[in-house]
């Protein structure tokens, strides 16, 4: 998409010039690779190849970016992808190639396949290419056979509990999630009493004004339940984010994009870096989906995330590896 | 040898065969004078095991096989069993010697959930 759109503001509710309905207009754009900018109380979205339009941004201060990759699954190497090291760095090098370059990496777990240590140490080695800091939440494959206790002693120093955590950027204030321990036979991913009085907790004393970015593997928003695509308490926690005027989730688990707003949060589900899988009940299982392999690349992903202090949305923008 | 003694040798074979019919498993040894053990499979694949439900007699060993491309694990609700993660083709078993109904699930993939009932 390289032509410039004018969008009219209809209701502007958060009073920073998006309405609801051009802020989702805009969303599904970003599936093809758009950006979608605020300027002078205008929502207008720009093709990657025309970044440059913006000035060739380099962060200004007030201003966050960082980018946010999934599902890598290295150890897998089935036929929907057989080369997942391949991949991963090419999301790499598409990370290394962005205009604003991330402050640093959010990985939305299922790092490994299989939990084994090699698996992590490739994964680890590979994204030491972005010379960027990454924060890990672990996905159901990261915590086979023994409880998390190797992921939380590579990726949890100083976390709580299975793992969770938080931290603060630029006025920011990121939350790290774990809804893959203790799953229930029929259920659906789960945060747990002791981690959500956590999460009461650590955002108790916060001003409402501070924006906040939510990352777990499993969506914090029922996507299908049929595949167990959901959290069976996420409602809890939202309920302690409602007072917040901007709150970003960030998952993976699905290996496809897909957003959702409700009032002041943003779902946001990422692609994976190792393969697709299929859309809600369009197929008979949510497996690795095959696809030829000159489209591969197309249909796996990175997440670039904006932050211009001020604003209230952040801007979520995927790009494909293709 | 006796013919006695023959036909006694021959049935051994036959009986364990048709064992083998019946249940649809594959580790059957049978030698003379034994009775054949019994076995059953249950197939894992598409995110489901196959059968869901699995009606088996005591002391039958069930093989759990997993023909899916992605890993999956057979955990019993009540923690009468669990298997490591299986990668494709791999196998796990367990011998069912109490009568009664056991639920398992996959403790990756928990909406999969299966049953073996012993009777």
Not at chain 1, 67 to 78: L, T, V
Not at chain 1, 240 to 269: A, C, D, P, R, W
Not at chain 2, 47 to 55: D, E, I, Q, V
Request: glycine fraction near 10%; proline fraction near 5%.
């Amino acid at each position: 998409m390289t032509t410039k759109v004018k969008d009219e503001i209809l209701h502007d509710h958060n009073h920073d010039g998006i309405d609801r309905r051009g802020f989702l207009k805009c969303m599904a754009w970003a599936g093809t690779g758009a950006l979608c900018v605020m300027q002078g109380g205008v929502l207008k979205s720009y093709g990657l190849s025309r970044l440059s339009d913006l000035g060739g941004r380099a962060p200004a201060a007030g201003e966050l970016s960082f980018a946010q990759i999934s599902d890598s699954h290295m150890g897998f190497n089935k036929p929907a992808n057989p080369d997942v090291a391949g991949t991963l760095k090419a999301a790499v090098d598409k990370i290394n190639g962005l205009s604003t370059a991330p402050e640093f990496l959010l990985h939305t777990g299922d790092i490994s396949h299989l939990s084994k240590p090699e698996e992590f140490d490739t994964v680890d080695q590979i994204l030491k290419a972005t010379g960027k800091e990454v924060f890990f939440v672990p996905g159901e494959h990261d915590v086979l056979n023994d409880d998390g206790a190797q992921f939380r002693e590579r990726y949890g120093k100083g976390a709580k509990g299975a793992g969770w955590y938080s931290f603060e950027k630029k006025g920011v204030h990121f939350i790290g999630l774990v809804n893959v321990m203790n799953l229930k036979a029929g259920g659906l991913g789960t945060l747990g009493r002791e981690q959500l009085e956590w999460l009461e907790d650590d955002v108790k004393h916060l001003k409402h004004s501070t924006p906040l970015v939510v990352f777990a593997h499993i969506p914090l928003w029922t996507v299908y339940p049929d595949w167990g695509w959901g959290t069976d308490d996420s409602a809890q926690a939202l309920a302690y984010l409602k007072k917040f005027g901007s709150v970003t989730v960030l998952n993976g688990h699905i290996h496809q994009t897909m957003q959702k707003v409700e009032g002041t949060v943003t779902f946001h589900t990422a692609a994976s870096t190792a393969f697709p899988q299929p859309e809600p009940g369009k197929a008979p299982s949510p497996g690795p989906m095959k696809v030829p392999a000159e489209q591969l690349r197309s249909v796996l992903g990175i997440t670039d995330v904006n932050y211009v202090r001020g604003q209230q949305a952040l801007a979520v923008v995927d790009s494909s590896l293709a | 040898m006796s013919r006695r003694v023959w036909i006694f040798v021959l049935a051994a074979p036959v009986v364990a065969a048709a064992a083998l019919l019946i249940s649809g498993g594959r580790s059957v040894t049978a030698s003379a004078g034994q009775a054949p053990a019994s076995s059953a499979e249950v197939k894992i694949d598409n995110f489901s095991f196959g059968p869901t439900t699995l009606t088996v007699a005591p002391g039958t060993t069930v093989t759990w096989t997993n023909r899916d491309d992605i890993p999956h694990t057979v955990v019993s609700d009540d923690k009468v069993f669990k298997s490591k993660v299986l990668d494709t083709d791999e196998k796990f078993s367990f011998t069912f010697t109490k009568p009664g109904t056991y639920g398992y699930f996959c403790s990756i993939h928990p909406k999969m959930t299966g049953k073996v009932v012993v009777q």
